[in-house]
């Protein structure tokens, strides 16, 4: 199912992520056990033909465990041994979502951003990826990183996503941030250094195509042949592989 692009401020720049890539979920403490005592999660995963599952799933789910409320929201979305509903879908999320469990409130989060199910709405849609990326959820916290990367050398920008997902190893924030500490407010070359450095590990050609400038030019203060021609060499080198698999 496609979905509409969201044009609002706060959140017209959408992830590539959407909640059926994220269809791995972990059970929190919460969810360890049904009322009887027995494992609600082991029993939907030792179920061994697609309908015990099912029925395991959705015995969980009505049980109030938030796991199960998620893997079945995902299985109405994704149309996994279901009709697709996606009504029913934003029914299991907003209930796995109201006991804080981070993945329906993404999942969540993204139906307001699209439309899907519900009206688009910035300010919940805001509402519900702060409350996952608050319990450490990555796809929120890259998603409001993203969104902050907008604006993020304006006057008074907010950045506190890009630092929490840039210590948490996404690239593209590391760079961001890096670029932050390059800027003339901002300027800490070796704040700008290591994020970029970082980034370029992770085979940024951007960070690395940065570093080859930061070490080469003087008002950076760290002019460095060496490192210079390193990072020249693994931009060119990344370059002619995007190349190769172009052909």
Known sequence: MKRPYLRTTILCLAV??????????????????????????????????????????????????????????????????????????????????????????????????????????????????????????????????????????????????IKIAASRGDALSQLSLAQWHLSDKHMDTVKAEFWLTNAAEYDSAEAQKLLVEFYSLSKYQRVNPEKANYWQTRYTNSQLVIQNQVR
């Open 16 to 161: 590539g992520a959407s909640a059926l890539a994220y269809a791995n979920i972990k059970p929190s403490n919460k969810d360890s056990k049904s009322a009887d005592g027995n494992s609600a999660v082991i029993n939907v995963e030792s179920a061994t033909t697609a309908d015990s599952a099912l029925d395991a799933t959705m015995n969980a789910a009505q049980e109030g465990l938030a796991h199960a409320q998620v893997k079945l929201g995902l299985m109405y979305e994704q149309g996994e041994q279901l009709e697709v509903d996606v009504d029913q879908a934003a029914f299991w999320y907003r209930l796995a979502a109201n006991q804080n469990h981070p993945q329906g409130q993404y999942n969540l989060a993204l139906l307001y951003i699209y439309g899907v199910s519900v009206a688009q709405d910035a300010t919940l849609a805001t509402y519900w990826l702060e409350r996952a990326a608050a319990n450490g959820y990555m796809p929120a916290i890259i998603h409001l990183a993203r969104n902050q990367e907008m604006y993020f050398l304006q006057d008074g920008a907010d950045i506190q996503w």
